[in-house]
């Protein structure tokens, strides 16, 4: 028999964190950023970058990949830069989405012992915008914790 007791480890909790990017530091070809820190273990119930100011180059081709220290992109592969446009949820590697979409499944679901990062790859820095990270999660560990780096 299997019983549910409510508390810390069922209640499903939020972090946010805004990053905006800057061409020679959150913005630095080939640079991680941190976007959440992570404490023990944790369940990623979902991930969801939102671009609230469209993403520039200041030339070449910059593109940005979502995951955690470790796997660059366990959560979203390189993705152009540019097509990261303000008012879109960034939820693949060709962002259209506006208005409602349903997350994807390489968003949600992922068990995670490593903080949360963004990392620049392409030919160049990814020069303004701003993109909003919304994690909703729940601990694992008795130590579990998602804060804003």
């Not at 499903?12 to 023990?40: D, H, K, P, Q």
């Not at 879109?88 to 994807?104: H, R």
């Not at 993109?131 to 694992?140: N, Q």
């Amino acid at each position: 028999m299997t019983f549910i007791v409510p508390g810390r480890g069922n209640t499903e909790l939020r972090a946010s964190n805004s990053i905006t990017y800057v061409a020679g530091t959150t913005g630095a070809n080939a640079a991680a950023t941190a976007i959440f820190t992570v404490t023990g273990d944790v369940f990623v119930v979902r991930l969801v970058p939102f671009c609230t100011t469209s993403l520039e180059e200041s030339a070449g081709t910059p593109s940005l990949a979502l995951g955690v220290v470790g796997n660059t992109a366990i959560f979203l592969a390189a993705t152009t830069a540019t097509a990261i446009d303000g008012g879109k949820f960034w939820l693949d590697t060709t962002p259209a989405e506006v208005g409602a979409v349903a997350v994807p499944a390489a968003l949600k679901d992922i068990a995670v012992t490593a903080n949360i990062q963004c990392l620049v790859g392409g030919t160049n820095n990814i020069s303004a915008g701003v993109i909003r990270y919304d994690v909703y999660w729940r601990p694992l560990s008795s130590d579990g914790l998602i804060v804003p780096a």
